[in-house]
C-alpha cells in the first residue's frame, strides 16, 4: 500500500497567503511612511542648502512655478537680493503680464527693485510636468545657464526634484537648487496636502516613462 504524503494542507495555504498579503500591507505601509516623512523634512534642508549655495553669487535664473500667491511673493523677495539674475515664471495665466504680475504682489516703490527686461513669462505650462519640461527648454535656449533657483511650495519639491532629474535628456550640466515657499496652513491641511502630493510623485514616475519621447525631451516639446 503505498503512503500519500501531504506537503501543505488548505489551512497551512491560507495561513502562508495571509502572512504574504500582509506582510506586503506592512511594506507598503512602511514605505508611504518613510517618504511622507521624507516629504515633510526634506523643504528645510533644500532652503538650507540653497541659502548656502548663493552666498556669495546671484544664480543664473531663478524659477517660479506659479500655483499659489505665497510662491510669486516669496520669489520677488529672493529676487531683491539678485537682482541681476533673470525670472522665469512658468504657468502663467494667458492674460497675465509683467507689469500685472508685478502690481499684484509688490508695491509701487518696490517696482522699482525689477528690471522687466529680465522677466520672463511661460503661458504653455499647465501642470508640473510642463513647468520643469518649460523650465528646461528655456535653458537649452539660454546655454549660459548653469545655475537654478527653482521656487515652489515646500511639499511640491520632491516632485520637482525628481522630474527635473528624469527629464533632462540632453544630460545637462545643471546644478538646481530649490526654495520651499512654507504652506502656513494647519497641521491637518498640510498632512493632506502631504498626502495627495506623495501620491503625485507616485504617479509621475510611470508617466516620466511612458510619456512618449517627442513630446517630453525638451529639445521638441511643445504645448498644444
Not at 546671484?58 to 505665497?70: E, H, W, Y
Not at 500685472?100 to 509701487?108: C, G
Not at 526634484?161 to 502656513?184: E, I, T
Given at each position: ?142 546655454p549660459h545657464i548653469r545655475n537654478i533657483l527653482v521656487v515652489s511650495s515646500d511639499y ?69
Amino acid at each position: 500500500m503505498k503512503r500519500e504524503y501531504v506537503f501543505e494542507t488548505s489551512q497551512t495555504r491560507n495561513r502562508r497567503r495571509k502572512f504574504a498579503i500582509l506582510s506586503f500591507l506592512f511594506f507598503i505601509f512602511f514605505f508611504a511612511t518613510l517618504s511622507f516623512l521624507y516629504l515633510m523634512i526634506q523643504p528645510q534642508i533644500l532652503n538650507e542648502q540653497s541659502a548656502a549655495a548663493y552666498t556669495d553669487h546671484s544664480p543664473d535664473l531663478i524659477a517660479i512655478f506659479t500655483g499659489d500667491r505665497k510662491r510669486l511673493d516669496q520669489a520677488f523677495e529672493l529676487a531683491k537680493q539678485h537682482p541681476l539674475s533673470p525670472l522665469l515664471i512658468s504657468g502663467v495665466y494667458s492674460k497675465n503680464t509683467v507689469n500685472l504680475l508685478l502690481s499684484k504682489v509688490t508695491n509701487q516703490e518696490e517696482q522699482s527693485y525689477f528690471d522687466e527686461r529680465l522677466i520672463e513669462l511661460d503661458y504653455k505650462a499647465r501642470n508640473t510636468f510642463e513647468n520643469v519640461l518649460m523650465t528646461l527648454m528655456y535653458i537649452q535656449e539660454n546655454p549660459h545657464i548653469r545655475n537654478i533657483l527653482v521656487v515652489s511650495s515646500d511639499y511640491h519639491l520632491a516632485r520637482i526634484r525628481f522630474l527635473f532629474y528624469a527629464l533632462n535628456y540632453q544630460n545637462l550640466d545643471l546644478d538646481v537648487q530649490y526654495h520651499g515657499v512654507r504652506s502656513h496652513q494647519s497641521t491637518w491641511q498640510n498632512w493632506k496636502l502631504t498626502f495627495k502630493e506623495l501620491l503625485k510623485f507616485y504617479r509621475s514616475i510611470p508617466l516620466v516613462f511612458l510619456e512618449d519621447e517627442n513630446r517630453t525631451s525638451p529639445r521638441s516639446y511643445s504645448s498644444p
